[in-house]
T-cell receptor, first 115, second 115 residues
Framework: AQTVTQSQPEMSVQEAETVTLSCTYDTSENNYYLFWYKQPPSRQMILVIR??????QNATENRFSVNFQKAAKSFSLKISDSQLGDTAMYFC????????????FGTGTSLTVIP | EADIYQTPRYLVIGTGKKITLECSQTMGHDKMYWYQQDPGMELHLIHY???????EKGDLSSESTVSRIRTEHFPLTLESARPSHTSQYLC??????????????FGSGTQLSVL
């Protein structure tokens, strides 16, 4: 069975500072994707960044980057130069690539950016 | 910890068929949601419910319909499936507080392919 663990229920960061959100997962699969989604209060789910397991290079999207440690099954999200609009819930997700494309989500980290 | 279930995990059907995607949760959550995932991996909210007999359309227009007759059950129905409905459908529920937000729990998803 696959599990995704986000051990930080809540975090806060000063505006313009850097924060890292942790995520670990457990799987015996080799072919999978990892994602970070952001959910503002509107209930939308915004894709922040994704990583394909076979790629060793860490994904980067502007101020967002990941530290993907495949052997350790760790997938942390780093947010640089934090902005007030980054305040949201952040979900780590694992998708097993098979005929069903099954998803597994962590329980989320509530991030507050302090002015 | 996830007590939210989606069936089937994978469904392949022909055009014009009526289908129902099932979603059930055993956590007693009032709020439930359906998300549709586009090929870019973005999740779009298509339906939500804040309780029994309460359903609303989400941000993304969808030809599907939902019902909430019981707290634990939030099925999604397509009266006449078309190839454009091919997508991943994710169900979620929320009810426990985590900081300013409610913790969101996701099902594993249903991968729908309409031929």
């Amino acid at each position: 069975a696959q599990t995704v663990t986000q051990s930080q229920p809540e975090m806060s960061v000063q505006e313009a500072e850097t924060v890292t959100l942790s995520c670990t997962y457990d799987t015996s699969e080799n072919n999978y994707y990892l994602f970070w989604y952001k959910q503002p209060p509107s209930r939308q789910m915004i894709l922040v960044i994704r990583q394909e397991a076979y790629k060793q290079q860490n994904a980067t999207e502007n101020r967002f980057s990941v530290n993907f440690q495949k052997a350790a099954k760790s997938f942390s999200l780093k947010i640089s130069d934090s902005q007030l609009g980054d305040t949201a819930m952040y979900f780590c997700a694992f998708m097993k690539r098979n005929t069903g494309n099954q998803f597994y989500f962590g329980t989320g980290t509530s991030l507050t950016v302090i002015p | 910890e996830a007590d939210i279930y989606q069936t089937p995990r994978y469904l392949v059907i022909g055009t014009g068929k009526k289908i129902t995607l099932e979603c059930s949760q055993t956590m007693g959550h009032d709020k439930m949601y359906w998300y549709q995932q586009d090929p870019g991996m973005e999740l779009h909210l298509i339906h939500y419910s804040y309780g029994v007999n309460s359903t609303e359309k989400g941000d993304l227009s969808s030809e599907s319909t939902v019902s909430r007759i019981r707290t634990e059950h939030f099925p999604l129905t397509l009266e006449s499936a078309r190839p454009s409905h091919t997508s991943q459908y994710l169900c979620a529920s929320s009810g426990r507080l985590q900081g300013f937000y409610e913790k969101l729990f996701f099902g594993s998803g249903t991968q729908l392919s309409v031929l």
